[in-house]
């Protein structure tokens, strides 16, 4: 990891009710109408650490994070099978309402996406009344300063909170999303190539927010970039949907065992860009 940025604010480990929360997955599987994509796929993601999930295009990954906080079930024709536990609670259980699915477990998705014309600090506080969550003006503005210096981004805007988040660059843009994300202060936080649609320079300080973040939330995040899952992750797992069969994962375990010591030839062959 590069030089640490200068503006991290260090912040209490576990906030009142928001310390990281384990996540666990239980034979999930996952269809689109009659295609099935994921099958009885199992995997433990520890509180606090960062869970990188890999494999070619096509495999399930984007959709098995989806159904750890439900949003899956949103997509029409969408289907869902096995259990998703949340520090031990059955995400998927009938007194779960889907505004607590969203507000524990948060989501930042491929490409950048604030509300371009809205500020910067209604950006981060937008969050806050799509999960129903009512604080009062003083709070708010300590949860901006909060948000945006956990999302690295507080030193680059604090003097322009009332522009527009369009007007931020994309790696801006795409950390004032981490920022909206975190304003909930959500116990895990699914990242799904958070920075496929940015440059080197700016893949480089989300990276290094996410490493910021790891101890303080739980991180889940989808990546086609083996270096950056080398970077960010503590343990990964290696999805594969081989000859149309449904995704699974071949092989999970702590970052160093996949990339340095694989046990399955497949992850060996993925991890050393043999294929995918
Ligand atoms: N909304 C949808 N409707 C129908 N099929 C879908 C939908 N989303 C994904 N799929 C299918 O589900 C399978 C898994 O897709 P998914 O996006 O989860 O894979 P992925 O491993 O994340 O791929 P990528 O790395 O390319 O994003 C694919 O066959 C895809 O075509």
């Known amino acids: 990891m590069a030089d640490p940025p200068t503006d991290t604010v260090v912040l209490p480990p576990a906030l009142p009710g928001a310390a990281p929360a384990a996540l666990e997955a239980r034979a999930v599987s996952a269809w689109f109408g009659s295609h099935q994509v994921l099958s009885r796929v199992s ?15 096509g495999c399930g990954k984007s959709t098995f994070l989806r159904t750890l906080n439900r949003m899956h079930e949103l997509i029409p024709a969408a289907r869902f099978g096995g259990e998703v536990f949340f520090d031990g609670e059955d995400v998927y259980d009938p007194s779960w309402r889907l505004t607590d699915a969203r507000r524990r477990i948060g989501m930042v998705f491929q490409k950048p996406n604030p509300f371009p014309a809205m500020s910067i600090y209604d950006n981060v506080v937008a969050g ?7 604080v009062n003006r003083r709070e708010k503005d300590v949860l901006v300063e909060e948000s945006l210096s956990r999302a690295g981004l507080w030193k680059e805007v604090k003097d322009r909170l009332r522009q527009p988040g369009g007007a931020l660059s994309g790696g801006q843009q795409q950390r004032l999303c981490i920022a909206r994300a975190l304003a909930v202060r959500p116990r895990v936080l699914l990242m799904d190539e958070p920075c496929s649609a940015l440059d080197p320079t700016s893949t480089r300080r989300v990276e290094e927010t996410i490493h910021e973040l790891a101890g303080q939330v739980t991180v889940v995040i989808v990546t086609h970039n083996m270096q950056q899952a080398a970077r960010v992750s503590r343990q990964c797992a290696f999805f594969l949907a081989e000859q149309g069969t449904p995704g699974g994962i071949v092989e999970a375990g702590a970052t160093s065992d996949i990339f340095g010591t694989p046990k399955d030839s497949r992850t060996a062959d993925y991890v050393a860009g043999r294929f995918g």
């Not at 995997?43 to 295009?57: E, F, H, K, R």
């Not at 806050?128 to 009512?134: A, D, E, I, V």
């Open 43 to 57: 995997l433990t993601m520890p509180a606090g650490a960062v869970t990188a999930l890999i494999g070619p295009s």
């Open 128 to 134: 806050l009344r799509l999960t129903g969550t009512r």
